[in-house]
């Protein structure tokens, strides 16, 4: 609904029902829900520190690629690498982006987000000057999404940067 006063309302009612529950980590979707927030808001650095901790309250990873595990790092980290990344942080972008392409079971429900992560590592790359490290986060991107929608900004936006390096190249 793009409503921040909205959305804050939600975020004290979910902690003011998680304060009264019996699962205490549950708070980390407080914490998520916040950092999301402070994003909107564009103010990076409570961003960060909300989904750190929310991350901080996550289960290890699962091992096990399995349908009835639910590992939502992805979903988490993500955020947060956004977060690094509109801050002008690019090297702790980077590597948190690279920290989703290198989940095991993470990655597992969230599918689109690991393969926007090479997107997103493509544009980090080209953004310092790596075209050659852009190139094959951009092909591998594209290669991961070549049946899925194809409207989404970022598969245009990925082929003409490819295009582009690929011409700058020879």
């Known amino acids: 609904m793009k409503s921040i006063d909205k959305a804050q309302k939600v975020a004290d009612e979910l902690k003011e029902f998680i304060e009264k529950g019996m699962h205490r980590k549950a708070i980390r979707y407080h914490r998520y829900l916040m950092g999301m927030i402070e994003l909107k808001r564009e103010n990076f650095s409570k961003a960060v520190e909300y989904f750190e901790d929310a991350l901080s309250l996550l289960s290890y990873q699962n091992t096990l690629l399995s349908p009835i595990l639910r590992d ?84 245009s936006d990925a082929k003409k940067h490819l295009a582009a390096m690929r011409g700058n190249s020879y």
């Open 72 to 155: 939502d790092h992805a979903l988490f980290i993500e955020p947060l690498a956004f977060a690094y990344y509109k801050a002008g942080d690019i090297e702790n972008a980077q590597a948190e982006f690279e920290r989703i392409i290198s989940l095991i079971s993470g990655r597992f429900f969230c599918g689109d987000i690991y393969a926007k992560s090479f997107y997103m590592l493509g544009k980090i790359y080209q953004e310092k000057g790596m075209n050659e490290k852009a190139i094959e986060h951009y092909e591998k991107f594209l290669s991961l999404w070549k049946d899925a929608d194809p409207g989404i900004r970022q598969v």
